[in-house]
């Protein structure tokens, strides 16, 4: 039982490292802006509370308020120099990336912030 576990595990991990190196060479192939985004509006709730789970009951207006909460929340400052932010994701991006992975049972409980933030280290700055 317990190689089973690990077993699983190593695949998961290899599965999240294809899928956000996958995510951050996309950001290499040229972007989305100019599409038609949905602004404000309500959201899921605290950024980082939310989970794929969330992201699945959610309507299409409070994903994208949630995708603007958490583009808030990760490009914030860093570090003591005012010009240091964070990583962002396009917002058709982040959403794309949501909705492939909140899409498999066995992400329901994946923080969305941890998705995001882990995938827009991948981003061209």
């Known amino acids: 039982m317990r190689l089973v576990h690990h077993t699983i595990r190593a695949q998961v991990a290899r599965l999240t490292a294809v899928v956000l190196v ?3 060479l996309s950001g290499c192939f040229g972007s989305s802006h100019g599409a038609a985004v949905p602004q404000g509006g309500p959201h899921i709730g605290d950024v980082q509370l939310a989970d794929c789970a969330d992201w699945r009951q959610s309507d299409v207006r409070e ?3 949630t995708i603007e909460d958490l583009r808030d929340f990760a490009g914030g400052p860093v570090g003591p120099s ?3 932010h964070g990583a962002t994701l396009d917002d058709n991006k982040a959403y794309k990336l ?3 992975w909140c899409s498999k049972d066995f992400a329901r409980g994946f923080k969305l912030y941890k998705l995001y933030t882990r995938a827009a280290a991948f981003t061209r700055h």
């Open 63 to 65: 994903r994208y308020g």
């Open 22 to 24: 996958g995510a951050g």
């Open 82 to 84: 005012p010009e240091g």
């Open 98 to 100: 949501f909705q492939n």
